[in-house]
């Protein structure tokens, strides 16, 4: 499985952008997409999550500001991150916890990351 994440930039506060992770490859179901952040010298924490049935899962702190979305058709998740803060800067991985092989286990698998620089 592989995950092709976009969308990435540097933009200034208050401004938007909208990253997009598609995944590709051999699978039963993709149970789970969602968006991590790692900033220098801090560990890789939740953005947002969403299982194939709908359910979201926020970073209680930017809840209001970003939404996730999924795309089943296309196995493709979408963060919608507006008013951007100096704080959001980051590197945003995709994550996707993929149903694959002949028992249909639960694999994890990480996109390259994607730079979000926010400041004026």
């Known amino acids: 499985v592989q995950l092709q994440a976009s969308g990435g930039g540097s933009v200034q506060p208050g401004e938007s952008l909208r990253l997009s992770c598609a995944a590709s490859?051999?699978?039963?179901?993709?149970?789970?997409m969602g968006w991590y952040r790692q900033a220098p010298g801090n560990q890789r924490d939740l953005v947002a999550s969403?299982?194939?049935?709908?359910?979201?899962n926020y970073a209680e702190s930017l809840k209001g500001r970003f939404t996730i979305s999924r795309d089943n058709t296309k196995n493709t998740v979408y963060l919608q991150m507006n008013n951007l803060k100096p704080e959001d800067t980051a590197v945003y991985y995709c994550?996707?916890?993929?149903?694959?092989?002949?028992?249909?286990?639960?694999?994890?698998?990480w996109g390259q990351g994607t730079q979000v620089t926010v400041s004026s």
């Open positions: 969403a299982t194939n049935t709908g359910t979201t």
């Open positions: 994550n996707a916890k993929v149903e694959s092989g002949p028992y249909r286990l639960i694999f994890s698998y």
């Open positions: 490859g051999s699978f039963f179901s993709i149970d789970e």
